[in-house]
């Protein structure tokens, strides 16, 4: 009867646990966008524009990236003043055709 029990009261903090990541998931989902700035960033071949965003977004450096091959596609939100900004950005592969 107490393995039934334990098992019941770890199964119950899983749903807890659960239920707060769900509800967290939501505020985030729901939250009140102030601003949408949609940023490209355009330059040579080989100059750190994936680098600058891998920085930017995710907080990450890599001495060993590969080439951007077409478009890459990034998002990050930030408050600044009691406004929630979310900030689009798009990395190009630095070829003619997009700068």
Known sequence: MSASLSRLSDQSEIVGIKDQMSSSLQATYNQKIDYVFKIVLIGDSAVGKS??????????????????????????????????VKAQIWDTAGQERYS
């Open 51 to 84: 680098q600058l965003l891998a920085r930017f977004a995710r907080n990450e450096f890599s001495l060993d990236s590969k080439a951007t091959i077409g478009v890459e596609f990034q998002t990050k939100t930030l408050v600044i003043d009691h406004k929630t």
